[in-house]
């Protein structure tokens, strides 16, 4: 749903209004984006700056880290996620990049399937 159909619900009271990124793929929710009424108030709402124990990457085609502005495509990673897919072990970092992931770390990473980009605020990855 596009901000402008949404901050006019934040402008008009006191209760907040949370954008909670869950895909299928999370065991729980992993990011979290509050709509105020003097935020950005139009395009896409931001999936948000990640909760407690979970990571969000923006990475591109060949699964390199995407910097700002560059469209990419959102992967999960840490223990928010869901250790495989039934049936689907394409489905990961690893078995989708040609060179490997390029997530250090120990970090379990999984794509979603969401086309994202790094808006100018940190931590802001937004769907397109």
């Given at each position: 749903m596009p901000l402008?159909?949404?901050?006019?619900?934040?402008?008009?009271?006191p209760a907040r209004v949370l954008n909670r990124y869950g895909p299928t793929?999370?065991?729980?929710g992993v990011a979290t984006f509050e709509v105020t009424a003097d935020g950005p108030a139009t395009g896409p709402v931001p999936t948000g700056r990640p909760l407690p124990h979970a990571r969000?990457?923006?990475l591109d085609e060949r699964t390199r880290p995407a910097p700002l502005g560059v469209p990419g495509e959102l992967y999960l990673?840490?223990?928010?996620?869901?250790r495989s897919y039934l049936n689907r072990p394409?489905?990961?970092?690893?078995a989708a990049s040609p060179t490997g992931c390029p997530i250090g770390g120990g970090?379990?990473?999984?794509?979603?399937?969401d086309p994202a980009g790094w808006r100018p605020s940190p931590g802001r990855p937004a769907h397109r």
């Open positions: 402008d159909r949404i901050v006019p619900l934040a402008a008009a009271g793929e999370a065991t729980v969000v990457y923006v990673g840490r223990d928010r996620l869901a394409g489905l990961s970092c690893a970090v379990r990473p999984g794509l979603t399937g």
